[in-house]
């Protein structure tokens, strides 16, 4: 390229004029830009980042929501509208009603994962690398995203890093987000990989993960409008922890382990949802 004294240059052989060659230089990194940011994983951004034109189809319940079953423990069975199964802390122990597409997994012990999946899982994904690495997970199926947000895991005599993974799920315009098997609370960095949170399945024991205060202080870093306890163990420990939380949240209870979730049914003041169930 040799620029000319009338204020052109030369482009392959081409004389244009330099106004020319900026806008095209400009549109040509904004196309690089977009192409960079397409195949890059973003956080949980529900109905704003897509414009709310993500297809609504009628499956998971009548309204066309994200179906919510709370299977035992840690895991949950979630149905999508295009009737996608997940299921979360998939293990040995506690095994849903339907053959889900995707499970989740982490290894803090072994009610939250398994080695022995069964036929017809589509994807298995661990909240751990089994080599030592850091779990990276951006799946995109259907009507579901899912990605991961790496945590640590306390162990006797030190810290198992990345040994826990937060899955956060985006279905029908919400964002889900399972703590796993967390052990503290988050950093800047981690509330920015998880993005705007909907609903929360939080454990609540106390012991076995965070105590019940830190992990309460988790529920108001991520801000959810619905949080739903599990990892309970007894009623002693789940009435200590609804008892701490109901100075900022409501409480509800519902009777039934399975619900619909959508955006239009979220509650105006952020609640902890109770599933029957252990």
Same mark, same amino acid.
């Given at each position: 390229?040799?620029?000319?004294? !009338?204020?052109?240059?030369?482009?392959?052989?081409?004389? &244009? /004029?330099?106004?020319?060659?900026?806008?095209?230089?400009?549109? &040509?990194?904004?196309?690089?830009?977009?192409?960079?940011?397409?195949?890059?994983? +973003? +956080?949980?951004?529900?109905?704003?980042?897509?414009?709310?034109?993500?297809?609504? *189809?009628?499956?998971?319940?009548?309204?066309?929501?994200?179906?919510?079953?709370?299977?035992?423990? +840690? $895991?949950?069975?979630?149905?999508?509208?295009?009737?996608?199964?997940?299921?979360?802390? =998939?293990?040995?122990?506690?095994?849903?009603?339907?053959?889900?597409?995707?499970?989740?997994?982490?290894?803090?012990?072994?009610?939250?994962? $398994?080695?022995?999946?069964?036929?017809?899982?589509?994807?298995?994904?661990?909240?751990? !690398?089994?080599?030592?690495?850091?779990?990276?997970?951006?799946? @995109?199926?259907?009507?579901?995203?899912?990605?991961?947000?790496?945590?640590?895991?306390?162990?006797?005599?030190?810290?198992?890093? /990345?040994?826990? $993974?937060?899955?956060?799920? @985006?279905?029908? !315009?919400?964002? *889900?987000?399972?703590?796993?098997?967390?052990?503290? #609370?988050?950093?800047?960095?981690?509330?920015?990989?998880?993005?705007?949170?909907?609903? &929360?399945?939080?454990?609540?024991?106390?012991? =076995?993960?965070?105590?019940?205060?830190?992990?309460?202080?988790?529920?108001?870093?991520?801000?959810?409008?619905?949080?739903?306890?599990?990892?309970?163990?007894?009623?002693?420990?789940?009435?200590?922890?609804?008892?701490?939380?109901?100075?900022? =949240?409501?409480?509800?209870?519902?009777? !039934?382990?399975?619900?619909?979730?959508?955006?239009?049914?979220?509650? #105006?003041?952020?609640?902890?949802?109770?599933?029957?169930?252990?």
């Amino acid at each position: 390229m040799r620029k000319g004294r !009338d204020g052109t240059v030369l482009l392959r052989g081409h004389r &244009v /004029s330099l106004a020319s060659f900026a806008l095209n230089t400009f549109l &040509v990194l904004a196309l690089l830009a977009l192409g960079l940011g397409a195949s890059a994983w +973003a +956080a949980c951004t529900g109905p704003v980042a897509d414009g709310e034109t993500r297809l609504r *189809l009628a499956a998971a319940g009548p309204e066309g929501g994200v179906g919510l079953t709370f299977l035992g423990h +840690a $895991s949950f069975l979630i149905e999508s509208p295009q009737g996608v199964r997940i299921v979360t802390d =998939y293990n040995d122990m506690i095994r849903a009603p339907v053959v889900p597409d995707i499970v989740t997994m982490n290894n803090a012990h072994p009610t939250h994962y $398994s080695d022995n999946v069964e036929p017809g899982v589509k994807f298995v994904l661990r909240g751990w !690398d089994p080599a030592g690495g850091v779990p990276a997970h951006h799946l @995109d199926y259907r009507d579901v995203k899912i990605h991961n947000v790496p945590t640590n895991v306390r162990e006797f005599g030190g810290t198992r890093y /990345s040994g826990n $993974s937060i899955f956060v799920f @985006d279905v029908a !315009d919400l964002c *889900l987000a399972h703590l796993g098997h967390l052990h503290h #609370t988050l950093t800047p960095g981690h509330l920015a990989d998880l993005g705007p949170i909907d609903v &929360v399945m939080v454990p609540v024991d106390g012991g =076995y993960t965070l105590n019940q205060a830190d992990m309460i202080e988790v529920l108001q870093q991520i801000k959810p409008k619905i949080a739903i306890p599990m990892h309970v163990f007894t009623q002693a420990t789940l009435d200590k922890f609804l008892a701490r939380a109901a100075e900022f =949240y409501a409480v509800r209870r519902a009777d !039934d382990p399975a619900i619909v979730l959508t955006r239009a049914g979220l509650p #105006t003041t952020p609640e902890i949802l109770v599933l029957p169930g252990r």
